[in-house]
């Protein structure tokens, strides 16, 4: 049962991560005195799905070492002190990006989408197991486009 368990949190934590990672791929900076010329599509979202990449793999090796109960203390500090700035970190990295052209509003939502989320999650780390948590921006990055950030 145990590793049944932890095998469920896991999928349950990875299906979290790939949603905050769709959600958090999907922006970038809003910099307007940037001298940067704004990416293609697809080369923004080639960048950002490298970055999620990177963010994934850290995540995996959090989770493998907490314990199988989301709700237990060790789980929960590793949420609040790891998990959540792992992703601020991983925010960060994205809105420093460059949008293309006509894409600075829609990164914006999805931004403030993650934000609230994070949020959400920094006031009651068991949110992170909650699927509605990163439901809005999971919704507004698929319509977006990205796919490493978002599988």
């Known amino acids: 049962m145990k590793g049944l368990m932890n095998k469920r949190f896991l999928t349950l934590a990875a299906l979290i991560a790939a949603t905050a990672l ?3 791929g999907c922006g970038g900076s809003d910099d307007s005195s940037s001298d940067e010329e704004a990416p293609t599509k697809a080369a923004y979202v080639k960048e950002a799905d490298g970055i999620c990449t990177s963010t994934l ?6 989770t493998k070492a907490l314990p199988d109960d989301i709700e237990a203390p ?11 700035p792992l992703y601020q970190d991983e925010l960060t990295q994205l809105r420093d990006l460059t949008p293309p052209e006509g894409d600075e509003d829609t990164t914006a939502a999805i931004y403030d989408s993650v934000d609230e ?13 909650e699927v509605d948590t990163f439901a809005d921006a999971n919704k507004k990055a698929e319509e977006y486009g990205l796919t490493v950030c978002g599988s």
């Open 74 to 84: 060790e789980s929960q500090a590793a949420i609040t002190d790891e998990i959540v």
């Open 22 to 24: 769709v959600a958090v």
């Open 57 to 62: 793999s850290d995540f995996e090796t959090l």
């Open 117 to 129: 989320a994070l949020q959400a999650v920094e006031d009651d780390p068991s949110a992170l197991g």
